[in-house]
């Protein structure tokens, strides 16, 4: 039995939330096409976001750890992966869209710079005055402008939905301007849940690898209210800190960040009346959230992660390595921009010479910055 199309429509129609976004009243696209016969919309921006190349260089880019720091730590890649499945176990929960959750997750990171958020921020300070950089702003770029899969236009033309999930992405760490998105308008339930996927996947994938790289004591860890809680959880409360033990602590964060963000959202949704898109859209505040309680956990945890994890001197030390690589090619570029790749160079006839070496840099894998480095400043590899 073949299913098309308009069975999945109506199934979104008879199972989904009234306030999730149906694909079949999606706003479109850019260009007009035809769509496909066994896949709703955003079932297909999905796939287009998985078959792009930024979404494969994502395996050797940055989270937290450096490629060479080992196997086992999260890349790009895999904290995306993470995110995608967060998302969708947050949208099943909450009777939204799953295909758009998961469309939105895996594309939030595709404009992400080498070298985790130390490139993005060199990246933004070389491109003040030049249009400046962000790494939301990027991943708009890069399915709407960047990659190329299409002979008949740029970028991936991607259902607006989606579109304006990627822009509307926002957590502590990231902001975008949107002004072709309805600016005075929320993000929809999708996007927001995305937020808070993203959110929840790296918090605690984060203190996995903080654990497994032995930055924190057990004594610093017991100030913290969300390890108490986690230690009650589990029933681990003296002996030996193993592997296994590890991995229940984290398996219990992630279950208990998606229940409390389910249930919360699900009191607010009703608390307010919300049955639309628009309800949720046009509301004074984001629904997707956090109770008061484990908001304040989250909080404490993500400062305790800055300070212990994000400013140790392993980390410093790398970051200050890749400020110096991404400045040195940058200048290096603008300075002479004949060392472009040939492909890259025929992008000077539309953009700046700084918007084409930043999104040519933006692009790059940490594997390839620091060999594309050595290309340029070590005398003895070849060009």
Same mark, same amino acid.
């Given at each position: ?49 998985? +078959? ?26 895999? +904290? ?94 990231? +902001? ?118 484990? +908001? ?88």
């Amino acid at each position: 039995m073949i299913v098309k199309r308009e069975q999945l429509e109506n199934m979104e129609s008879a199972m989904l939330a009234p306030y999730a976004l149906k694909s079949e009243e999606s706003k479109g696209r850019i260009y007009p096409e035809s769509e496909s016969a066994t896949r709703t919309a955003f079932q297909r921006d999905r796939d287009r976001i998985i +078959h792009t190349r930024a979404f494969r260089r994502l395996e050797y880019k940055t989270q937290v750890f450096i490629y060479y720091e080992g196997d086992h730590y999260r890349t790009r890649l895999t +904290h995306t992966l993470e995110v995608a499945q967060i998302g969708k176990a947050l949208a099943r929960g909450l009777g939204a869209n799953q295909d758009l959750t998961e469309a939105i997750c895996l594309a939030h990171d595709l404009g992400h710079s080498p070298f985790g958020h130390a490139g993005e921020w060199v990246l933004r300070d070389l491109m003040e005055g030049h249009g400046g950089f962000n790494h939301n702003s990027q991943s708009y770029r890069v399915v709407t402008e960047i990659e190329q899969r299409y002979p008949d236009y740029p970028g991936l033309n991607l259902a607006y939905e989606t579109r304006e999930g990627i822009i509307k992405h926002e957590t502590d760490y990231d +902001h975008s301007e949107e002004n072709d998105y309805a600016p005075g308008r929320r993000a929809s339930l999708e996007a927001q849940i995305a937020n808070l996927a993203d959110e929840a996947a790296y918090n605690a994938h984060d203190l996995d690898d903080g654990l497994r790289a032995d930055f924190f004591k057990m004594s610093e860890l017991d100030e913290l209210a969300i390890w108490q809680r986690l230690r009650r959880n589990i029933g681990w409360t003296t002996g030996e800190f193993t592997e296994t033990i590890r991995h229940e602590m984290i398996r219990e964060l992630v279950g208990i960040s998606v229940g409390n963000i389910v249930s919360t959202t699900d009191k607010r949704l009703t608390e307010n009346g919300i049955d639309s898109p628009d309800g949720i859209q046009l509301h004074d505040s984001n629904i997707v959230g956090y109770d008061d309680q484990m +908001h304040a956990e989250t909080k404490e945890l993500k400062k305790f992660l800055l300070t212990k994890m994000y400013r140790h001197y392993r980390l410093m030390r790398m970051q200050v390595k890749a400020r110096n690589f991404i400045t040195d090619i940058f200048n290096a570029y603008v300075d002479e921009p004949q060392m472009l790749p040939a492909k890259t160079q025929l992008k000077l006839d539309q953009f700046p010479v700084q918007r084409v070496v930043c999104d040519y840099i933006a692009g790059m894998t940490d594997r390839y910055a620091l060999e594309e480095w050595e290309r340029l400043f070590m005398p003895n590899e070849r060009p």
